[in-house]
């Protein structure tokens, strides 16, 4: 049958339990990598970035891993609470224009 | 806390009409985007905006589709003449000086066609 949209990737995780969200990226020209948080019916808002040329980077509660060699993202999220319920997005920007890409998404799901 | 804004929220029009999605950037930024984001699907790239012209856009981006910085404050998405696929989610972005990259979304138009 016809499928509408994209089937997102689903984290179902604890309260209280550390979250990880993995991106693979494919564009190497990327100056920076940024993960956004997107609540239902809401514009994506920023949480962390991370330049290229770094490998890890922590913020509360956050840390995001960059692994150049393999080209991979991960978001690492301490003590997820059920506000952290959302879908994250990784996206890779750069060039003169700083234009974003965007990956798929993942929607974590936090019980309580 | 500044914030990017948008007008309206939901916009419904026949297929043909035109449209026009505002946006008010955060005050001192320099930088200006517009995103669009298909149900279920992820947030693609349209067209960046920078002292008053466009700097880059994407393959979606035809000659239907234009933008616009009247005045000091508002960033407008204008489509000539609306198609069914044009229904989606648009954003729009700023960001401020020459390599700052952090990117601020507004809250999103829900641009309905039928």
């Known amino acids: 049958g016809e499928s509408?949209?994209?089937?997102?990737?689903?984290?179902?995780?604890?309260?209280?339990?550390?979250?990880?969200?993995?991106?693979?990226?494919?564009?190497?020209?990327?100056?920076?990598?940024?993960?956004?948080k997107q609540e239902s019916?809401?514009?994506?808002?920023?949480?962390?970035?991370?330049?290229?040329n770094m490998d890890k980077r922590q913020g509360q509660r956050v840390t995001v891993l960059?692994?150049?060699?393999?080209?991979?993202l991960s978001l690492q999220i301490a003590a997820t609470q059920p506000g952290d319920s959302a879908v994250y997005f990784c996206a890779g920007g750069g060039g003169a224009t700083n234009k974003l890409i965007?990956?798929?998404?993942?929607?974590?799901?936090?019980q309580p | 806390e500044p914030e990017v804004t948008q007008t309206p929220s939901h916009q419904v029009t026949q297929m043909g009409q035109e449209v026009i999605l505002r946006c008010v950037p955060i005050s001192n930024?320099?930088?200006?985007?517009?995103?669009?984001?298909i149900l279920g699907q992820k947030v693609?790239?349209?067209?960046?905006?920078?002292?008053?012209?466009?700097?880059?856009?994407?393959?979606?981006?035809?000659?239907?589709?234009?933008?616009e910085r009247p005045d000091g404050s508002n960033f407008t998405l204008k489509i000539?003449?609306?198609?069914l696929e044009d229904s989606a989610?648009?954003?729009?972005?700023?960001?401020?000086l020459a390599g700052a990259f952090e990117q601020y979304f507004g809250p999103g138009t829900r641009l309905t066609v039928t």
């Not at chain 1, 019916?41 to 290229?52: A, E, L, N, T, Y």
């Not at chain 1, 965007?102 to 936090?110: C, K, N, R």
């Not at chain 2, 693609?44 to 933008?67: A, G, M």
Request: charged letters at 15%; one cysteine or more.
């Open chain 2, 44 to 67: 693609e790239f349209l067209v960046s905006f920078y002292n008053n012209e466009i700097s880059e856009k994407s393959e979606i981006f035809d000659d239907q589709f234009s933008v």
């Open chain 1, 102 to 110: 965007f990956g798929t998404g993942t929607l974590l799901a936090v």
């Open chain 2, 80 to 83: 000539r003449s609306t198609k």
């Open chain 2, 29 to 37: 930024h320099l930088y200006f985007y517009w995103y669009r984001q």
């Open chain 1, 66 to 72: 960059l692994n150049k060699t393999v080209k991979h």
């Open chain 1, 41 to 52: 019916g809401k514009g994506p808002q920023f949480i962390i970035d991370i330049r290229s």
């Open chain 2, 89 to 96: 989610m648009y954003f729009c972005a700023s960001s401020g």
């Open chain 1, 4 to 36: 509408v949209g994209l089937h997102l990737p689903t984290l179902s995780v604890q309260e209280g339990d550390n979250s990880i969200i993995n991106c693979a990226y494919s564009n190497s020209a990327s100056d920076y990598f940024i993960w956004y």
